[in-house]
């Protein structure tokens, strides 16, 4: 058995900084880091001490090369940072002994419609859904639950293939763009749902996610944070943790919180939940068994607030205690450029004010130059061009130079040539 500790990780999320920031959390934490994976990016294979190449779609596969590996090393955790992975995670968890979850709440957690399904019975917390295959059900769904709604995949994320239903006739091409979309050679989350859709009643009022972990039947809240979304594609444009909310309304949403990480039976995981607050009290959006994307776990929240968030994923998965003490009260947020044509993308311009900043942080860019974008609904990930990184003291000034940044930074984008 090779030296020391080692952390299993299943794949690693899309951005290259979320990659590297969740390897270095292993290593501080003084884990050796194993791996099975679709594809690793060269220069992150240093960091590594054994590589897999597995389509952690064939599970059955994943399971094996996972229990090879734990017979080469001392596997002590098995780390979720992808949505897709987060019901394989749970099974080669368990297999090896180690903290999991139940592979049934894993799944509940993968499928917008289990999930809602099983919180249904909470008064006023889910709106009004229904499951949808054909035009038929979409029709009838839209009949019960009533206009406007949304329909979108059950099984996807990052905002891929929401659809507002404002009247009649927005059902059909949302259907034909839905069912164009949710095939696995769009995108590979389909290989698990496919074109199984939820439509549900579309909640108005302000969105925040809840960053935590859950840990033996412990729910423990990191912090909560403010989302801003695009009309009408709902990408998620900013985010500032933590929330300016009052004090009695964040308890109100830990409660919440608690109420449903518990009732769905997650456990042993770091959680991202989304909830809308509307006059009537909190419309539950979804929650991941997984820590949060878009910057927020690996940059956010430690920036403002000190708390090792991947830090703490590395303790979950492997049974140490958490450490959530904040050691910092500063304000963070993250705003993303917003490509507003089709088209090459040529370079950024305009940066140099945000960078001058004394509350400016990082500047990521989130496609390669040269990329063709295309805008919602032909592609969900290509109009965040870039994510701009900011923290401060001050919650005002902070979304200040978010949305003064936002206006002066600007992707230069270039005819893309047609092929005669
Ligand atoms: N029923 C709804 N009412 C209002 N907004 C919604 C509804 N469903 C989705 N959205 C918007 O779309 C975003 C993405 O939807 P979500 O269900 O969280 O899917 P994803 O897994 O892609 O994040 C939400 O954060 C929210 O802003
Ligand atoms: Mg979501």
Redesign the pocket.
Known sequence: MADGPAVLFVNLRRTRREQLESLLAARRLGYGIVMLAARVPDHLRPLLKELVIVDSFDGDRARAAARTLATRHDIRGVASWTESDVELVASIADMLGLPSMPVAAARKARN?FAMKQALSHIDGLV?RFALVRTGDELASAVESIGLPA?V?PTG?????G?FELHGPADLAPALAHLKRIARPEFDSVFRYFGAELIV????AGP?VSVEGFVCGGRVLVAGITDKW?TDPF?LEYQHVFPTRLPAEVRAAIDRMTGQVVLTLGLDNCAFHL?T?ITPDGFRF??VGARAAGDYIASHLVPAASGIDFYGNVIRVATGQPLELTPKEQLYAGVRYVLAGRPGRLERLAGMEGAMEHPAFHHLFLEVPLGTEIKLPPDSFRLQRVAALIARDSDYQALTDLLDEAASSVRPLIGEVSVPV
Do not use: N, Q
């Not at 996807?156 to 891929?160: D, F, K, R, V, Y």
């Not at 549900?200 to 909640?203: H, N, R, S, T, Y």
């Open positions: 917008k709106p949304v979108k996807a994320s990052g905002s891929t929401i549900e009643e579309l909640v969105e979304t709902h989304e809308k959006m979804e």
